[in-house]
Protein backbone atom coordinates (compact mmCIF):
# COMPACT_ATOMS: atom_id res chain seq x y z
CA UNK A 1 0.00 0.00 0.00
CA UNK A 2 1.17 3.29 -1.13
CA UNK A 3 1.58 6.37 1.42
CA UNK A 4 2.84 9.70 1.88
CA UNK A 5 5.55 8.14 3.27
CA UNK A 6 6.34 5.29 0.51
CA UNK A 7 5.04 1.47 -0.08
CA UNK A 8 3.73 0.20 3.07
CA UNK A 9 3.51 -3.71 3.67
CA UNK A 10 3.18 -5.70 6.69
CA UNK A 11 4.83 -9.65 6.59
CA UNK A 12 5.60 -12.16 8.56
CA UNK A 13 8.62 -11.60 10.96
CA UNK A 14 11.91 -13.21 9.78
CA UNK A 15 14.71 -14.05 11.75
CA UNK A 16 17.30 -11.16 9.74
CA UNK A 17 14.46 -8.42 10.52
CA UNK A 18 14.00 -9.45 14.30
CA UNK A 19 16.88 -6.87 15.97
CA UNK A 20 15.54 -3.87 13.54
CA UNK A 21 12.11 -4.54 15.31
CA UNK A 22 13.72 -4.98 18.69
CA UNK A 23 15.42 -1.32 18.03
CA UNK A 24 12.12 0.42 17.50
CA UNK A 25 12.00 3.11 19.70
CA UNK A 26 8.22 5.53 20.47
CA UNK A 27 8.06 8.61 21.76
CA UNK A 28 8.40 8.83 25.35
CA UNK A 29 4.95 9.70 25.79
CA UNK A 30 3.79 6.35 24.21
CA UNK A 31 6.19 4.21 26.32
CA UNK A 32 2.71 3.93 28.72
CA UNK A 33 0.70 2.55 26.04
CA UNK A 34 3.14 0.03 24.49
CA UNK A 35 5.44 -2.66 25.71
CA UNK A 36 8.52 -3.22 24.24
CA UNK A 37 8.95 -5.05 21.19
CA UNK A 38 10.76 -7.81 22.99
CA UNK A 39 7.43 -8.39 25.51
CA UNK A 40 5.60 -8.27 22.20
CA UNK A 41 7.54 -10.95 20.78
CA UNK A 42 7.76 -12.93 24.15
CA UNK A 43 4.15 -13.05 23.73
CA UNK A 44 4.01 -14.03 20.39
CA UNK A 45 6.51 -17.07 21.12
CA UNK A 46 4.13 -18.66 24.25
CA UNK A 47 2.74 -22.00 23.24
CA UNK A 48 -0.06 -21.94 22.39
CA UNK A 49 -0.46 -18.20 21.65
CA UNK A 50 -2.55 -17.09 18.87
CA UNK A 51 -0.25 -13.89 18.13
CA UNK A 52 2.06 -13.73 15.14
CA UNK A 53 4.61 -10.91 14.65
CA UNK A 54 5.11 -8.79 11.40
CA UNK A 55 7.18 -6.42 10.66
CA UNK A 56 6.33 -2.91 8.66
CA UNK A 57 8.58 -1.75 5.82
CA UNK A 58 8.56 1.03 4.01
CA UNK A 59 10.51 0.99 0.93
CA UNK A 60 11.47 -2.57 2.17
CA UNK A 61 13.24 -1.28 5.54
CA UNK A 62 11.65 -1.61 8.84
CA UNK A 63 9.79 0.92 10.70
CA UNK A 64 7.64 -0.80 12.67
CA UNK A 65 6.29 -4.36 14.24
CA UNK A 66 2.65 -5.31 14.99
CA UNK A 67 0.71 -8.12 16.01
CA UNK A 68 -1.96 -10.30 14.49
CA UNK A 69 -4.45 -13.13 15.30
CA UNK A 70 -7.35 -14.84 14.98
CA UNK A 71 -9.61 -15.12 17.69
CA UNK A 72 -10.89 -18.74 17.55
CA UNK A 73 -13.80 -17.82 20.07
CA UNK A 74 -15.71 -15.36 17.38
CA UNK A 75 -13.19 -15.81 14.51
CA UNK A 76 -12.35 -12.50 14.37
CA UNK A 77 -8.84 -11.03 13.28
CA UNK A 78 -6.90 -8.86 16.32
CA UNK A 79 -4.19 -6.33 15.78
CA UNK A 80 -2.30 -6.23 18.81
CA UNK A 81 1.14 -4.31 19.09
CA UNK A 82 0.96 -1.96 16.76
CA UNK A 83 4.17 0.45 17.07
CA UNK A 84 6.17 2.61 14.19
CA UNK A 85 9.74 3.83 14.79
CA UNK A 86 9.26 7.46 16.65
CA UNK A 87 11.56 8.96 12.65
CA UNK A 88 8.48 7.35 11.27
CA UNK A 89 5.68 9.06 12.75
CA UNK A 90 2.70 11.27 11.53
CA UNK A 91 3.39 10.05 7.97
CA UNK A 92 0.32 8.09 7.53
CA UNK A 93 1.74 4.67 8.01
CA UNK A 94 0.18 3.65 11.47
CA UNK A 95 -3.11 3.94 9.11
CA UNK A 96 -1.59 2.07 6.59
CA UNK A 97 -0.62 -0.95 8.42
CA UNK A 98 -4.71 -0.69 10.09
CA UNK A 99 -5.64 -0.68 7.06
CA UNK A 100 -3.76 -3.50 5.29
CA UNK A 101 -4.14 -5.89 7.90
CA UNK A 102 -8.54 -5.40 8.25
CA UNK A 103 -8.09 -5.55 4.59
CA UNK A 104 -6.60 -8.93 4.83
CA UNK A 105 -8.78 -9.88 7.58
CA UNK A 106 -11.92 -9.13 5.05
CA UNK A 107 -10.60 -11.12 2.62
CA UNK A 108 -10.66 -14.21 4.57
CA UNK A 109 -14.27 -13.51 5.71
CA UNK A 110 -12.95 -11.69 9.07
CA UNK A 111 -14.17 -8.85 10.91
CA UNK A 112 -11.27 -7.02 12.45
CA UNK A 113 -10.91 -6.10 16.59
CA UNK A 114 -8.31 -4.07 18.62
CA UNK A 115 -8.19 -2.95 22.34
CA UNK A 116 -6.36 0.45 23.53
CA UNK A 117 -5.87 2.23 26.67
CA UNK A 118 -8.58 4.65 27.25
CA UNK A 119 -6.05 7.51 27.51
CA UNK A 120 -4.32 7.05 24.22
CA UNK A 121 -6.20 9.58 22.24
CA UNK A 122 -3.64 9.31 19.52
CA UNK A 123 -4.98 5.27 19.17
CA UNK A 124 -8.37 6.11 19.53
CA UNK A 125 -8.59 8.94 17.07
CA UNK A 126 -6.60 6.66 14.38
CA UNK A 127 -8.78 3.75 14.71
CA UNK A 128 -11.77 5.71 14.43
CA UNK A 129 -11.07 7.13 11.36
CA UNK A 130 -10.01 4.01 10.44
CA UNK A 131 -13.75 2.78 10.69
CA UNK A 132 -13.30 1.14 14.20
CA UNK A 133 -16.36 1.29 16.57
CA UNK A 134 -15.72 0.91 20.40
CA UNK A 135 -18.42 -1.67 21.03
CA UNK A 136 -18.63 -1.29 25.23
CA UNK A 137 -16.48 -4.20 25.74
CA UNK A 138 -13.01 -4.53 27.53
CA UNK A 139 -10.22 -6.57 27.48
CA UNK A 140 -8.33 -6.05 30.81
CA UNK A 141 -8.03 -2.37 31.27
CA UNK A 142 -8.10 -1.66 27.31
CA UNK A 143 -11.36 -0.90 25.66
CA UNK A 144 -12.43 -2.91 22.93
CA UNK A 145 -13.27 -1.86 19.07
CA UNK A 146 -14.63 -3.71 16.50
CA UNK A 147 -14.45 -3.34 12.34
CA UNK A 148 -17.04 -4.87 11.05
CA UNK A 149 -16.72 -7.00 7.55
Not at 127 to 139: N, Q
Amino acid sequence: MASEAGSIDVVELAPDRRAACIALEVAPDQLRFVASVSDYLASCETPGSPWRPFAVLRDGAVVGFVMWAVDPADDSAWIGGLLIDLPYQQRGIGRAVVDLLVTRAAEQGRPSALSYQPANEAAKALYAKAGFVETGETDGDEVVARHPL
